[in-house]
């Protein structure tokens, strides 16, 4: 094994990016809130990555990557130790420290994506406690079952080109769980929670796109053809996303959204993250037309029931990532990636099997575990802030700061816009005495 100075360079730019995609995610996710709780959104974010980087150089990469059994690695890596400059097995020609660096950056964003779906109303420090322990028990096992040498998803073969099943299934259905446990905010279907920052919510996208290259592009662990497959497969799932999304809204509604072409972008990005070093072009394209549809349609559904997800993460990264995976069994070819394998298009039925198996198990052991913590953080601490702390908004109660400084009416309940059918506003007070307004006609926030 000979370091390439080449695959050591792309390899380092596309740790760079994967970062990047940080802010990103805190953009998009901080202009979809609203504008009470715009720092709080941002410094989940914000805290997603600094605690990520710390856990996986203490156990996280020992765990998804040193050798150990089929269920999980052990701890010959814990702090870094034995991580080198010389190269590893999962990538023969890249330190093993640029290895190391760039999976932490999947390992910092994927929390983060949870975040998502419970903010407005978990406290900031039971957050904090409860990704910390997500990424030891949730994200770094199930990375090692996946990608790991030894891993019993990865044995089966199951493929998971940059993390369909690692990062979206999971941080999807923990946002689903996390969602349901918390519970609904207390205005949530009785006020028009709408974005207060649309163009935050465009450049977060775009950041994401751009990062994506890395996260996918990236997963080559080399500078080659792979790699280039990868990037042009990801640019056309995400643009042919975007515009099935738009045509699905003009559909529904009569009119293409902002927040729906952003919304359209990141569902196009994870549906083909698992098979974008896998699969021809055409087939992103498909790959990402069917996740939008599928995720809009989840959406719709979700929109109907009372379950506050409250940036509907499981429907965009959840269902996505799901999509994705089930897709990969169905156009992978190894005719593009000798080292994949040939799916159902191909004549191996086996490969959706295995897929449909991987996803399903990743599913059950994320809700089990994702549950399981919840209610661990709920005995050692509150957990959920209190009715004065949403109202007033999370960013003045858990960080003494604000993002605006507004003084109107409308400003102080946090840009929230109290709709009633015959045109009288209810009063803060009645909010505050969490009286339902039956009369409120509530409406989706657009992702």
């Known amino acids: 094994m000979q370091i390439s100075a080449g695959d050591t360079a792309w390899m380092l730019t596309s740790a760079a ?64 130790n034995n991580v080198g400059t010389a190269p590893v097995a999962y990538a023969s020609t890249i330190p093993a420290l640029v290895f190391a660096l760039y999976q932490g950056m999947f390992a910092s964003i994927t929390p ?151 919304t359209g972008t990141v569902v196009g990005l994870v549906g083909v993250t698992p098979a974008a070093g896998f699969v021809y072009p055409w087939a992103a394209l498909i790959i990402g037309i069917l996740t939008a549809m599928v995720s809009f349609s989840v959406l719709q559904l979700r929109s109907k029931t009372a379950l506050d997800d409250t940036l509907d993460v499981f429907a965009c990264h959840g269902v996505g990532g799901m999509c994705g995976a089930l897709l990969t069994g169905v156009f992978a070819a190894k005719a593009v990636n000798a080292a994949g394998a040939d799916g159902l298009l191909y004549g191996n039925p086996a490969l959706l099997g295995v897929q449909a198996l991987a996803v399903s198990t990743t599913v059950v052991y994320t809700a089990i575990l994702s549950a399981v913590l919840v209610a661990f953080v709920r005995l050692v601490m509150p957990i959920r802030a209190g009715l004065k702390e949403e109202l007033e908004g999370l960013d003045r109660h858990a960080h003494g700061e604000e993002a605006y400084h507004d003084t109107s009416a409308i400003g102080s309940l946090g840009g929230a816009v109290l709709v009633r059918l015959d045109g009288v506003k209810p009063t803060a007070e009645r909010m505050i005495a969490g009286k339902r307004n039956d009369e409120l006609e509530p409406i989706a926030s657009g992702q």
Not at 68 to 79: D, E, F, I, R
Not at 156 to 178: K, R, S
Not at 202 to 228: E, I, M, P, Q, R
Request: hydrophobic fraction near 60%; include cysteine; proline fraction near 3%.
């Open 112 to 262: 983060a994506i949870i975040s998502g779906a419970i903010v407005e109303r978990m406290k900031f420090t039971a957050y904090l406690l409860f990704l910390s322990l997500w990424s030891l028990v949730v994200y770094a096992p199930v990375a090692h079952w996946v990608w790991g040498e030894g891993g019993w998803i990865r044995n089966l073969g199951a493929l998971d080109f940059a993390g369909g099943t690692v990062v979206h299934v999971t941080a999807g259905i923990a946002a689903l769980v996390c969602a349901w446990l918390l519970g609904a905010r207390h205005d949530h279907r009785r006020a028009a929670l709408v974005p207060h920052n649309v163009p935050f919510v465009l450049l977060g996208s775009g950041l994401l796109w751009f990062g994506w290259f890395g996260f996918n592009a990236g997963s080559a662990l080399a500078a080659n053809g792979v790699a280039a497959l990868a990037a042009i497969n990801t640019n056309i799932a995400a643009a042919a996303a975007m515009l099935t999304w738009l045509v699905l809204e003009s559909i529904r509604s009569g009119k293409p959204t902002a927040v729906g072409a952003a």
């Open 17 to 80: 990016l994967v970062f990047l995609m940080s802010p990103g995610l805190a953009f998009f996710y901080a202009g979809l809130v609203r504008r009470k709780n715009a720092l709080n959104t941002l410094m989940m974010t914000c805290v997603a990555i600094s605690t990520g980087a710390l856990i996986w150089m203490l156990l996280g990469y020992s765990l998804a990557f040193a050798p150990g059994n089929a269920l999980l690695g052990g701890l010959t890596y814990a702090l870094f």
